[in-house]
């Protein structure tokens, strides 16, 4: 999987933006963010490649779950890390599924 520069969920269209740090209103660092008012995806920059890939499919998932007004699920970070794990691991376990 290559993490694209934009990518369409819903009717919106996110620009993915790799950081060197990007952190809460309380200050502390995250691996990565999604902007709903701007459509811009944020990840860190000093995560390894895998990190950098779930960290994506995490915060594509959040923006699934808002297109979907599914604004509670999109909250719950438990269930949002649980779906985004699961199919990375499915992605990485059956490349050939894929792949074109």
């Known amino acids: 999987m290559k993490i694209p520069k934009q990518i369409k969920i819903g009717w919106r269209i996110y620009t993915v933006e ?6 809460d ?5 995250l691996d990565g963010f999604i ?3 701007n459509h811009i995806i944020y990840i ?3 995560l390894n490649e895998d990190e950098q890939k ?4 995490h915060e594509v998932q959040h923006g699934i779950f808002y297109s979907q007004s599914h604004l509670e699920w999109g909250d719950d ?3 949002v ?7 990375y ?3 990485k376990d059956n490349v050939k599924l894929f792949s074109d």
């Open 35 to 37: 902007d709903f008012t």
């Open 54 to 57: 779930v960290t994506f499919l």
């Open 25 to 29: 209103e309380k200050g502390e660092l």
């Open 77 to 79: 970070e438990e269930l």
């Open 44 to 46: 860190n920059n000093s």
């Open 81 to 87: 890390g649980a779906v985004s794990e699961g199919w």
């Open 18 to 23: 790799f950081v060197e740090q990007w952190r």
């Open 89 to 91: 691991g499915v992605m």
